[in-house]
């Protein structure tokens, strides 16, 4: 199975701040990288995929880069409803991994 | 608009099966695949496999082999997952998800399915 490694696991920012956080793949996954909000007791909500395309809806604020084993989720500038985990996931063979998670917290 | 609606909250004895519905609605059924992702209290997000929706084909996470199985009902645009010989460490989240795309993803996703495996 491909790893994904998520940096930091968690995190305190203040409204404003930009956030970023990396995801890591065990072997080259080309673009083949997709990026989801959870908020508690929600289900997931995708965000980015195809490592750089922002799904319909999401604000520009999020962006996503990268390719091949080293990824990146940001935040231009950290808003109350973005408290929350996120969780990249990979999609570049049939059996799908997700990263363990990083819970954005309220400084 | 394109929903997914699971069927409710069990509640099962160890060494028992659970099956969990996902309706869909919104798009054509057949196009897509339907992916089950659980969730264990606290934990983060488990891939556990997929179905296609045109073709009934499936792929397993590793790990579920043997104790899962997916299904459709395309008369109704209903996905099925049922998992057997439940475990404690089985508690969790069920949530069924929309697949689509050139770069898979998951853009749709039903509410989430609680399977409490207890004695």
């Known amino acids: 199975d491909i790893q994904m490694t998520q940096s930091p696991s968690s995190l305190s920012a203040s409204v404003g701040d930009r956030v970023t956080i990396t995801c890591r793949a065990s072997?080259?996954?080309?673009?083949?990288l997709n990026w989801y909000q959870q908020k508690p007791g929600k289900a997931p909500n995708l965000l980015i995929f195809a490592a750089s395309t922002l799904q319909s809806g999401v604000p520009s604020r999020f962006s996503g880069s990268g390719s091949g084993t080293d990824f990146t989720l940001t935040i231009t500038s950290l808003q109350p409803v973005d408290f929350a985990t996120y969780y990249c996931q990979q999609s570049y063979n049939s059996k799908w991994t997700f990263g363990q998670g990083t819970k954005v917290e309220i400084k | 608009q394109v929903q997914l609606v699971q069927s409710g909250a069990e509640v099962k004895n160890p060494g028992a099966s659970v099956k969990v519905s996902c309706k869909a609605s919104g798009y054509t059924f057949s196009s897509y695949s339907i992916t089950w992702v659980r969730q264990a209290p606290g934990q983060g997000l488990e891939w556990m496999g997929w179905i296609s929706g045109y073709t009934g084909d499936t792929n397993f996470a590793q790990k579920l082999q043997g104790r899962v199985t997916m299904t459709t009902d395309t008369s109704t645009g209903t996905a099925y997952m049922e998992l057997r010989s439940l475990r404690s460490d089985d508690t969790a989240m069920y949530f069924c998800a929309r697949e689509g795309g050139a770069h898979p993803y998951a853009d749709y996703w039903g509410q989430g399915t609680l399977v409490t495996v207890s004695s």
């Open positions: 072997q080259s996954i080309g673009s083949y």
